[in-house]
């Protein structure tokens, strides 16, 4: 069983920046992709950000793309999302999740396991 510990939300204003991680355990974190989705109020969960097992292969979003890089640390079972640039568009909760294998699929329910979330608020 995998768990998933996100961080580093917050309030900030339009133009700023976040760095979003998300620290795993259990499991054999190298062995899994891993993702950012988020949930804005009164929308779906939307794709944000993959990294595959070995950080080689990436996918992001078309809105989030050139604002954002996703990265990942086996050593530390850590993954990372800086943001910048952020647009009060990118207000929401974020999640980590995980999957076994080396894909980065953008649907949710190809993800095995979720963490709780972390607000991220960006004011205008």
């Known amino acids: 069983q995998v768990q998933l510990v996100e961080s580093g939300g917050g309030l900030v204003q339009a133009g700023g920046s976040l760095r979003l991680s998300c620290a795993a355990s259990?499991?054999?974190?190298?062995?899994?992709?891993m993702a950012w989705f988020r949930q804005a109020p009164g929308k779906e969960r939307e794709f944000v950000a993959a990294v595959s097992w070995r950080g080689g292969g990436t996918a992001y979003a078309d809105s989030v793309k050139g604002r954002s890089t996703i990265s990942r640390d086996n050593a530390k079972n850590t993954m990372t999302l800086q943001m910048n640039s952020l647009e009060p568009e990118d207000t929401g909760v974020y999640y980590c999740?995980?999957?076994?294998?080396?894909?980065?699929?953008?649907?949710?329910?190809?993800?095995?396991?979720w963490g709780q979330g972390t607000q991220v608020t960006v004011s205008s």
């Open positions: 259990g499991g054999t974190f190298s062995k899994n992709s």
């Open positions: 999740l995980a999957r076994e294998g080396s894909r980065t699929p953008q649907n949710v329910a190809e993800y095995d396991y």
